[in-house]
């Protein structure tokens, strides 16, 4: 199966189905490539920028041409998309949030449980900036009772107002939250506002886990500047990451030489969207594991379901 190359749908040509279009056309790992949309428009410009492309706005003509899907579609047609290709035999990358609602991405996780020959992909992309794979060395900050802060903000860009900033973005930082700290949380209090639309545009939540750590994550896409960090502090010193500048710095509190108080260490860029893209077709050509699981998206769900009922109430919600 080495040599095998994949069919291909993309569902969706929004702002970020642009980017995944051109790294699907660039793998190594695919052959012909369809998309779909219910844009004339939309499908007229991907025409453009890829002859080769076949395109349709409705699935039921592609369907039975393809091996795999990526969904990028808004998130509120991501679990009848899901349910639609699992249905039918299809392997389906599908970018975050895995569905709308945490109901919903336990009803594909029952449905996923009786294609396990199949591979979903969920696509937390920001898993793969190398930063994350350099940490080891500073395993030990995030260690013990650690209060540690996920921001992400950015000017209001008036896309994915179907929903919540909480699933828009937040979501990314509760990922890797339960990624770097290794541990679900049981509580979490949060206070947002509804600034631009209807739905919650900023939100701060405090979560709280039983080995004493505190993680506040903060999503905000009305704001004055485009903001992506994490700060962890604890008995070892104080590390941060800047997200948007590539940068490391680490304020370690065994450091005596006032040169070194604060370590600054560059990582390079990654193309996040190509390499997650890469290990969906590996592990559908060479039967390797999914990198990111329906589990992990479900997980990310079921904080945020957590997250939108504290909203609500304007109370503190345990999470079973």
Same mark, same amino acid.
């Given at each position: 199966?080495?040599?095998? !190359? ?16 051109? !790294? ?20 007229? &410009? ?20 393809? #091996? ?19 249905? *039918? ?15 919903? /991405? ?16 969920? =696509?937390?992309? %920001?898993?793969?900036? &190398?930063? @994350? ?9 995030? $260690? ?17 107002? #179907? ?12 990922? +890797? ?21 209807? !739905? @919650? ?8 886990? &039983?080995?004493? &750590?505190?993680?506040?994550?903060? $999503? /905000?896409?009305? *704001? ?11 008995? +070892? ?17 065994? %450091?005596? /030489? ?15 969207? $190509? ?6 077709? !590996? ?16 997980? $990310?769900?079921?904080?945020? #379901? ?6 609500? /109430? =304007? ?6």
């Amino acid at each position: 199966m080495g040599g095998r !190359k994949l069919n291909v749908v993309q569902i969706g040509y929004g702002h970020l189905g642009r980017w995944h279009l051109q !790294k699907i056309f660039n793998s190594e790992f695919t052959n012909n490539v369809f998309l779909v949309d219910q844009s004339v428009d939309a499908l007229k &410009k991907a025409k453009v920028e890829y002859p080769n492309l076949e395109i349709s706005s409705d699935i039921s003509t592609v369907v039975d041409k393809v #091996d795999a899907a990526i969904i990028v579609s808004p998130t509120s047609t991501h679990f009848d998309f899901l349910n639609y290709f699992l249905s *039918h035999d299809k392997h389906v990358f599908c970018e975050k949030p895995l569905t709308e609602t945490y109901q919903q /991405s336990i009803d594909i996780e029952k449905l996923y449980e009786k294609k396990k020959n199949l591979v979903v992909q969920v =696509g937390h992309s %920001e898993r793969f900036h &190398k930063i @994350w794979q350099d940490l080891s060395r500073w395993h030990d900050f995030f $260690a013990g009772a650690v209060t540690a802060r996920l921001e992400r903000a950015a000017e209001f860009k008036g896309r994915a107002t #179907d929903v919540d900033c909480v699933q828009d973005l937040m979501i990314h930082d509760i990922d +890797l939250m339960l990624y770097l700290l290794k541990e679900i949380p049981c509580a979490v209090r949060s206070t947002g506002y509804k600034i631009r639309t209807t !739905k @919650w545009d900023y939100a701060c939540s405090d979560f709280y886990f &039983k080995s004493g &750590k505190k993680c506040t994550v903060i $999503a /905000s896409r009305n *704001h004055v500047e485009e903001v992506r960090k994490l700060d962890v502090t604890g008995r +070892l010193g104080h590390l941060q990451v800047d997200l948007l500048r590539r940068k490391l710095f680490v304020a370690s509190g065994s %450091e005596t /030489s006032p040169e070194k108080f604060v370590e600054t260490i560059e990582y390079e860029a990654r193309d996040h969207l $190509a390499i997650e893209q890469d290990h969906f077709y !590996k592990s559908i050509i060479f039967g390797e594991p999914s990198i990111i699981t329906t589990n992990d998206g479900t997980r $990310a769900l079921k904080l945020i #379901d957590a997250v939108i009922k504290s909203l609500e /109430s =304007g109370k503190e919600t345990e999470i079973y």
